[in-house]
Structures are given as C-alpha cells and as structure tokens.
C-alpha cells in the first residue's frame, strides 16, 4: 500500500524484485496480482511461471495503483496448474491469495452455503477458503468481523493447516499470518534441489514466515520472506486490516474469538 500509485518494482527496487521473482524456483506454477482502482478490484493472472511471462513483468513494472498484492503459486501436491486454480481468485470486489494447504479439502467444502459452492471454478482449497471467509463477510455485514470469525472455525477445524492469505477488498487490505501448527513442506522442497543450499532463503526455516516494512512509500507486506533486512515479523497466529484510505491498521484476533465463542457456549 502506498500513498500514491506505485509500481511492484518501484516499491521493492530492482534488488528486491530480483529476490521476489527469484522464488519461481520453487513457486512456479502460475501468478497473479490484483489491485485497487477507483472502479473497483481488478485482478490478472497466469498459470505460467512469472520468471518466463511478459506480462508479469510488464504488470510489476506498471504503476497500477496504491494498493495491491502480486502471489507466485506452488501447486499443492495433486492440484492442476491451470488458469481456474491460480491466484488471485475474485467475487464481489473482493481479491485473495493463499500460500498454505487446508485438508482435508472435502471437509472444507462442506463449510460452504449452496450459493458459495455455486461460485467454485477450480478444485483447490485456496479457492474453498476464500469463499468461506467471504460467505462469514456476508452473513456478518462487517468486514472485520466476519472474517475473524471465518478465521476462528477454520483454526478451530483444521489446526495444523497454514492460513497464511492477502485479500483486497473495495476498502481494506488484510493480511492473515496463522499456520503456527502447520507442517512445512520440507520435504517438498528438498525434492526439487540437488543441493539444500540452492532453496530460496527461509524457506527450509521458515516457510509460512509473513513480514512487513514501512517505508517512504508506504506499507509493505511479504510472506515467504525475501532474506533481506529491513522487514520484521508478523505476530504469529494474527491478522491484520488496513482502511486503503488512511492505511490505518486494525489486529484481528481469531483465537481469542475462539475463547470469546467457547464462553458464549458455556453460559
């Protein structure tokens, strides 16, 4: 998020965005982006690896806008690559990225209302997620509440999966860091190098790592981490929402909703 509009590039310099576009080593199977205009969220993506597409490089060197987010995809194992299953994923105004894996994907399936499921095009969990938390968003008539509370069942229901998700929606950013039970994939990885040494940095240590930066431009939110100073850590197991407006930002606390609603059911 910056104060006017601004280019990905601009925003990370040409070091940065050599260390971002770097991680097609391992998240190569499509990209996406999605920004805020005066119009509305648009989005665009690819289920070709940013490293090789012209128009990703085309995108994040455009200055698009003052808000939005750019997502490199590593298929979970088994899920296709192709256009329907990469990120960005949209409805009603609203854009979201996930890196992370929910499971079992039938079970989260299950948490949708008809007309959710309506909306699905592909068959990852990523797309499920999002259109979970936008179906609380729905049923609650607030942003910020209806995402903490999707955030809160899915905690509850799938514990050791990693959460960690952008979503851009006509008014707020939000940025949500949980996966502290997650198991990395780092068995995964080491699959695809020859040498430990060549996996992109944090990832063996640190995959679900989520930071941010402020700078003169403005609010900068990465996850995977790029190995770089300068950025510090998202609390574990938060997330946040940012007014595009004022780039004032608000904790969301999901698991104390969890112990708010197990007090709620007690009484």
């Not at 920004?35 to 012209?54: I, K, L, M, N, Q």
């Not at 060549?198 to 989520?210: L, Q, S």
Request: aromatic fraction near 6%.
């Amino acid at each position: 998020m910056a104060d006017s509009p601004c280019a990905v590039a601009d925003l990370l310099g040409e070091e940065g965005l050599e260390a971002f576009t770097s991680l097609t080593a391992v998240h190569s199977d499509g990209w996406g982006m999605a920004w805020h205009t005066a119009e509305g969220t648009c989005t665009t993506s690819s289920p070709r690896s940013a490293d090789v597409d012209p128009t990703y490089r085309r995108h994040v060197e455009a200055p698009l806008s003052q808000a939005g987010f750019v997502h490199l995809r590593w298929a979970t194992g088994g899920l296709d690559v192709r256009q329907e299953n990469t990120h960005p994923f949209l409805t009603d105004g609203a854009a979201f990225a996930h890196n992370g894996h929910v499971s079992p994907i039938a079970d989260l399936e299950a948490l949708l209302t008809p007309e959710s499921r309506e909306r699905l095009r592909g068959d990852t969990d990523s797309e499920r997620y999002f259109h979970f938390v936008h179906q609380n968003v729905e049923e609650c008539g607030d942003e910020a509440e209806g995402v903490t509370r999707a955030l809160a069942t899915l905690v509850q229901k799938f514990p050791r999966c990693s959460l960690n998700a952008l979503m851009l929606t006509r008014t707020h950013m939000f940025a949500i860091h949980i996966n502290s039970r997650a198991d990395s994939p780092l068995r995964a990885l080491r699959r695809l190098f020859d040498d430990e040494d060549e996996i992109p940095p944090r990832h063996t240590t640190e995959y679900f790592a989520m930071d941010y930066r402020r700078t003169d431009h403005g609010l900068e939110i990465v996850s995977s981490g790029l190995g770089q100073p300068g950025w510090t850590p998202v609390p574990a197991d938060t997330a946040v929402m940012v007014d595009l407006a004022t780039q004032e930002v608000t904790r969301l606390d999901p698991i104390a909703q969890l112990g708010a609603d197990a007090t709620r059911a007690q009484g």
